[in-house]
């Protein structure tokens, strides 16, 4: 059986459907499995083991259809399920299944607040597109792979973290997904252990502010790796703090402890750190991640996605999760008793 799974971004939303890329790939013997993304995110999909073939939307959705009209697809799996994916299962014409977005509970809740939406990760919501073909979460969690050129060697970090450091995510898609700078900085300077910093090159400047603080302490590493670079630097730390941000889902791949730092967006919307179910159970009592929001704020959520700036003027989301909080349940995650 030969199958198209779409899923065009971002970072984080593609790493979320390799669990249905795994389990289909290894749970039906004759499956073909291709996966259809947008070429900027090719780090995410090109290494992947359980992938026979990757296409790419790069300028013409009509040039990628013709592509793929070629391949004969027996199914298609749309984890997308937007206008362009419609679009690509109109053209081809096979048996689809698509995952339910939710958006009209996003919708509610973001505008009324009532929260209807089911106590579910999107993983799972995931998992049902193949569930007819007999396919079952097999609980191992999220996959991220890196090809030998993109290791991290240890020239590559200063001698100070080479013996182990945090992980601090500073970036995000949008601000209001941010913990603001003066807050990350007062955290960092509370953190008595080796600090990364995390982002991309849009965060640079925001990451050498911040390790003015100590730059003996502080490495920002903020636009100076590509992406799985950068993925592989979360697989080598301690821990991670992120933001809810595409490296929080890569840092659950690799079974780091994560203390996640939400904003206007909340892990009700199903996208909160996921290990697994087999991972878990080794856990015990004790989760591998902590999640810290201010909740029954009567603004929040605003948006399933979020702004450029907080729409009230205030950011209380965000300005009321103190750096010292932060920074207990990171010297937590260190002590001997609860390091994964």
Not at 159 to 171: N, W
Not at 333 to 339: F, H, N, T, Y
Request: proline share 4%.
């Amino acid at each position: 059986m030969k199958f198209l799974i779409i899923r065009f971004s971002s970072i984080g939303d593609i790493v979320l459907t390799t669990p249905v890329v795994r389990c289909l790939k290894k749970q039906i013997a004759t499956a073909e499995v291709h996966f259809l993304t947008k070429s900027n995110y090719s780090p995410t999909v090109s290494s992947n083991p359980y992938i026979d073939k990757v296409h790419y939307l790069e300028q013409s959705l009509q040039e990628v259809i013709a592509q793929l009209q070629l391949e004969e697809f027996d199914y298609i799996i749309d984890l997308h399920n937007n206008m362009r994916s419609f679009k690509v299962k109109e053209a081809l014409g096979k048996k689809s299944f698509s995952v339910d977005k939710l958006n009209v509970r996003k919708w509610v809740y973001t505008s009324f607040k009532w929260n209807t939406l089911p106590d579910l990760h999107i993983v799972d919501r995931y998992m049902k597109t193949v569930e007819s073909f007999g396919v079952k979460n097999d609980g191992a969690g999220l996959d991220y792979f890196i090809g030998e050129e993109d290791r991290i060697k240890e020239k590559d970090i200063p001698t100070s973290h080479q013996a182990g450091y945090i992980g601090i995510v500073i970036g995000a898609a949008l601000n209001t997904k941010k913990y603001p700078f003066l807050k990350l900085r007062k955290l960092c300077e509370l953190i008595d252990h080796p600090i990364i910093l995390l982002g991309g090159l849009e965060d640079a400047d925001e990451g050498e502010r911040v390790a003015a603080v100590d730059t003996i302490k502080i490495y920002n590493a903020c636009g100076k790796f590509n992406l799985n670079e950068s993925a592989d630097l979360v697989r080598r730390s301690k821990l991670i703090v992120t933001n809810d941000t595409g490296l929080m889902h890569i840092a659950t791949a690799f079974k780091r402890p994560v203390i996640s730092v939400w904003g206007n967006t909340v892990p009700d919307f199903g996208m909160y750190p996921y290990y697994g179910d087999n991972f878990l159970r080794n856990c015990g009592d004790k989760p591998p991640y902590d999640i810290l929001e201010i909740r029954n704020l009567s603004c929040r959520p605003c948006s399933k996605i979020g702004y450029d700036v907080c729409p009230k003027g205030h950011f209380k989301c965000m300005e009321l999760i103190d750096p010292k909080v932060i920074a207990e349940k990171i010297q937590y995650r260190l002590s001997k008793e609860s390091v994964i």
